[in-house]
């Protein structure tokens, strides 16, 4: 899986051109699942999302966490993240997963963050048309590829 953390001072995510579900300080996760990709490593993933040390501390020092600080995180599907341009510029995204894997892993990581102790968590849908706005809270962004962690 893949994951990408975005600091933010306030996000929201309008699915099919719905009511926006927003959240105020906390993440954007853009979440990715590959092929490959097994449910168990999950929980794993979540924590880790949930407990990055991302945001300043009262000296300044990004050394606090969405979970410290109450904040949300704003969580949204993207097989896009597994898009693959080697050979030419139009993308393939033959390594992301159908939604028969995807699906499954993307409700349990959404589960396995409401279960870290942060304020909310709000998300998009799956295979949803989506239009993300945020506002982003200084220069931080991570991203988290579980692949690494199998090496």
Known sequence: MRA???RVTRASVT???GEPRAIGPGLVILLGVRETDEIDIVPKLADKCAHLRIFEDEDGKL????????YSALVVSNFT???DT??????????AAKGELAVPCYEKFLDEMGRQGLQEVKHGEFG???QIDLVNDGPVTIVIDTDEWKK
């Open 4 to 6: 990408i953390i975005q």
């Open 15 to 17: 699915v099919n051109g």
């Open 63 to 70: 050394n606090r966490s969405a979970v410290e600080l109450g």
């Open 81 to 83: 993240l597994y898009g």
């Open 86 to 95: 080697a050979r030419g510029k139009r993308p393939s995204f033959s390594h």
């Open 128 to 130: 949803a048309d989506m």
